[in-house]
């Protein structure tokens, strides 16, 4: 193995920030940062070299060539992996077909996410993003070892040592080493701290289409997802949670199931009861039969229909300001037009295939081993230190593969950690312990997409120009009274509530974006694109009314309001181009519909090629264009626009959670149901050649397809759909 | 205690008649690569062979079994198999893999009884079968490209 002298950075930075095993403090989390590559962009923005290179922390070579990276991020579909052993690897001139990847332990101080400060954790579209140069740095680094230990000792120059695709060459003397040979040596060397990174024209698989890593495995059952983990001695638990958010548990009646075949015992913990048994089968049987009244006193106990009537009835009235220019109102009573429109926007689902579930083992020694899909994994080890009384040193964390995730498995509780956890601490460590959400354990356990409002009024001047725009919204805000707040909120404005709205890259001459935060008991949480799932409807639905009202070809209105914005329209001329926009039918029920819109640092448009009437909205294709700067693996940005559009487009035609009297009423895909083969358009993507530093693809693929679709349904139909998901009652009579 | 027969071998497990294979296979045979989604037969994510035949393991009852032998993505082979494995390989079809045992499962059976789908008879056969990543425009390439490469 590739061993430097230089000792592993050590903990106790990790420790001081924070403070023992407590987390729940906004303290901890300084410089958390979800505008990320964005920020980063701007000057003064985070360090994303990582410091002095670390070939240690991220490159293992094995005697027998074996090449392995390690993973700081959690792969829950992204293919990050691949993505991220794909830099490391160039710069080490690896021969690809002997890397391999694992996940590394939960060590902020080593694999913190440098666009979240310091905190080890995926999300906000930052993988590849923020472990570009730290990458590449590593892999210079670990390669400039390797030479250094054969120029040692062949005793030549390193200057004259070439490598490539795993093997180091002396040329004159005509003397080569495999990795795995000079792996010893190179790991006596000293650790280049500044090594020399390759210019782009010499990198050999940045850019190119390699292979997925996690293909084979996935391909034969022996890829091992958290809920395939299982441990010797191993019980599996299941929790019976309150019907309503914010119930806790009044009585419990557990003979019943107690008696079933395989139940092993059942212990009541905050957030419900759990029934531990043998097997998953024998878990579920028994909870079944599990008699427990609950306590509703501080419950949430309205429909969505009300919550829903209620943030109407606050937009009438002005909100917090979240940005502001020159005086829209006074602009828009001069218009020659005026234009209003409501958008509403459903709680949402994430809905991975795989549903929440961990496992904690408590090993003789007191500590704790901890398998499961973890996405923010300092956050996660605290929350099972603090809840099992321990420091954070003794929790070890084992990343799994993720059966998707979509931001569920992030969330700033560490929810199902903190629950398995107790059901541990409940029975004593006695046995592992693996919680199992049913899928409607998961479907109706609440961190939803907020349910959001958004009124808009614009007005236009004699030629078609805005003059003004006023834009306010409602939703609950997920980051107030979580432990970002303090770092992510400012004025009682949730940057993520309305992020891709009130920073709007339109050039509007007047403008006043106004948040109200709703504070209903529904927990809410991000959903792949965070805010961007509704203001991207409401913004790029809303100019598509204007370029109408203009009678203005849409694609031209945006350019013509984008000229501070290169990148957003050169891929919206991309898309346009490519889709064949200047030839587009239109009406007869079939239309072409546009949107552009960027996120987390990427730039994405779209064209939807859409059929509609009255009784089905049909997509028949959708043509992408994409910027996230130098392209790492095409291949898996085409993958994460087109899972995107398949992702996306069943919010846009049907799904929503809705609450009757508190009660989630869709627990399950039959009334839930994801997209399925025979709705799944062509989708084209076109990726725009860039030297600029990447950014990420996770979620810009989503924020575009819904107002895309709903521009497209205007065109074939001349009827404006704006909420969503789309009601086809619109389109009666077309 | 319940006979069956798994990728060829038999096994005896103790466990009601009534409970789903799905969850013998996972719990008490260590087949893990056939997956739980929904448990109502709306995913298809569990889908397994009996007989040659898809069918999804959360709604078949080990009881109702009989001779019938059961065949998972770990031990799943033959020509069409191999096909669809290379396929979904070639054009890199997963992204979280999660459903994509049940894919193929699917896609496999889909091709062992129809040599040359058409897109028609993709949908028909592959409606069932869940992928909240939304690969389901390689899945399509790659039952095409599979039946290519075994025509």
Redesign the interface.
Known sequence: MLKVRQALETAPSRRAFLGGATVATGAILLGFTLGGPRQARAAGGPDLTGGPAKPNAFVRIAADDTVTVMIKHLD????NTTGLATILADELDADWATVRTAFAPADAALYNNMLMGPVQGTGGSTAIANSWLQLRRAGAAARAMLVAAAAESWKVSAAEITVSNGVVRHAASNRQARFGELAEAAAAQPVPQEPTLKRPDQWTLIGTKV??L????????????S??I?RPGQV?AMVLHAPRFGGVVATVNSKAARAM?GVLDVVTIPTGVAVIAR???SAMKGREVLDVTWDDSGAETRSSDTILAEYRERLKSPGIVASERGDAGGAIAKAAKVLEAEFTFPYLAH?????LNATIERAPDGTYDVFAGCQIQTIEQAVVAATLGVTTDKVRLHTQ????S?GRRATPGADYFAETAAIVKATGGKAPVHLVW??EDDMAGGYYRPMVVHKLRAGLDAAGAVVGWEHRMIGKSIMIGSPFEAMLVKNGVDSTSIEGASDTPYALPAYRFEVHNAREGVPVLWWRSVGHTHTAQAMEVFVDELAHAAGADPVAYRLGMLKGAPRLSGVLTLAAEKAGWASRPSGKGQGFGVAAHESFGSYVAMVADVTADAAKVKVNRIVAAVDVGIAVNP??IR??V????????SSVLRNKITLKDGVVQET???TY??????E?P??EVHIVASTVAPTGIGEPGVPVIAPAISNAVFAATGRRLRSLPLDLGGLKGV | MVKLTVNGVAHSVE??PE??LL?VL???L???????????A??G?CTVHLDGQPVRACQTRIGDLGEAKVT???GVSGRVAEAV?TA??GL??????????GQ?MSAIGLLSGNAKPTDAD??GA??G????????????AAIHEAARSLA
């Open positions: 829950m579909g992204q293919g292979p997925r996690d293909s084979k495995a996935k391909t034969d059952g022996s890829a091992t997802y809920l395939d299982r599996t075949p097997d998953t089968w809905a991975s295939m795989e549903p593969w993720a059966g998707g979509f049913t899928r291949d898996i993958a994460q087109e899972g995107a559009v398949g992702f996306a487009l399950n895909f039959d149901e994801p997209t399925r083969m025979s799944m062509v989708v | 466990a009601d409970t789903p969850w996972r719990d008490h260590d087949k893990t690569g056939t997956k739980y989604g929904c448990g109502i709306q995913c994510a998972t993505i770990e494995r979904w390989r890199d079809v997963v992204q979280c893999g999660y459903c994509q045992s193929m993709i949908d592959m409606d079968n869940v992928c909240r990543c939304g690969t389901y425009q390689r899945i399509r």
